[in-house]
């Protein structure tokens, strides 16, 4: 089974930056994605990492990061220019099979999520 710990938001000021953190336990995922869901929203994929591979939703293109350890058991998100419209709750997601899409229903595991607020 696999486990996943997101930690790293908190509340920051529009073009500030957060680096939120997905730690990865256990065994058999191949890929690991970020997903947020704003207030009154559905919940949306904003970047998945493969090997070899990186993806990234339109919106936060340019201004968010994914990245892995070399262990691959923790993957980062480094938010940078972070807007309003980022505000939300952040979850990291992870699948046995190399999905290359950014669509929830394709990642089983779930983490807990971590706030993140972004306000003047």
């Known amino acids: 089974q696999v486990q996943l710990v997101e930690s790293g938001g908190g509340s920051v000021q529009p073009g500030g930056s957060l680096r939120l953190s997905c730690a990865a336990s256990g065994s058999g995922y191949a890929t690991v994605g970020w997903f947020r869901q704003a207030p009154g929203k559905e919940r949306e994929g904003i970047s998945r990492i493969a090997p070899g591979s990186t993806y990234y939703a339109d919106p936060v293109k340019g201004r968010f990061t994914i990245s892995q350890d070399n262990a691959k058991r923790t993957v980062w998100l480094q938010m940078n220019s972070l807007k309003p419209e980022d505000t939300g709750i952040y979850y990291c997601?992870?699948?046995?099979?190399?999905?290359?899409?950014?669509?929830?229903?394709?990642?089983?595991?779930w983490g807990q999520g971590t706030a993140v607020t972004v306000s003047s």
């Open positions: 997601a992870a699948s046995r099979l190399l999905y290359i899409d950014l669509n929830p229903h394709n990642d089983r595991y």
